[in-house]
Nanobody, 118 residues
Framework: QVQLVESGGGLVQPGGSLRLSCVAS????????VGWYRQVPGKQRELVAV???????TYADSVKGRFTISKDNAKNTVYLHMNSLKPEDTAVYYC????????????WGQGTQVTASS
């Protein structure tokens, strides 16, 4: 069974920092893309940051310069370092492991709450 477990969320003041971690277990074929998404009530899930196996990264415009995604491929672990947090960053953050090439898959974590409140 594949399981993704996120941790590191919490309550911070605007301008503060958090580091999210996601550990995946049970994955037999290497992910081609790992990433972080976030969702607020009543809104659709939003891409925050993704990292390709080859090393390239993509960030949402709203987090560029503030968030950094990193990963440890050997441990199937992905991190999201969040700096200069803003109230609009408040959301449930989900990690994702995705493979497009056969055998394809799309795995999601349970989510961790991040709140940046004044």
């Amino acid at each position: 069974q594949v399981q993704l477990v996120e941790s590191g969320g919490g309550l911070v003041q605007p301008g503060g920092s958090l580091r999210l971690s996601c550990v995946a277990s049970g994955i037999l074929f290497r992910a081609e893309t790992v990433g972080w998404y976030r969702q607020v009530p009543g809104k659709q899930r939003e891409l925050v940051a993704v990292s390709e196996y080859g090393g390239s990264t993509t960030y949402a415009d709203s987090v560029k310069g503030r968030f950094t995604i990193s990963k440890d491929n050997a441990k199937n672990t992905v991190y999201l370092h969040m700096n200069s947090l803003k109230p609009e960053d408040t959301a449930v953050y989900y990690c994702n492991f995705h493979r497009e090439t056969w055998p394809s898959y799309d795995y999601w974590g349970q989510g961790t709450q991040v709140t940046a409140s004044s």
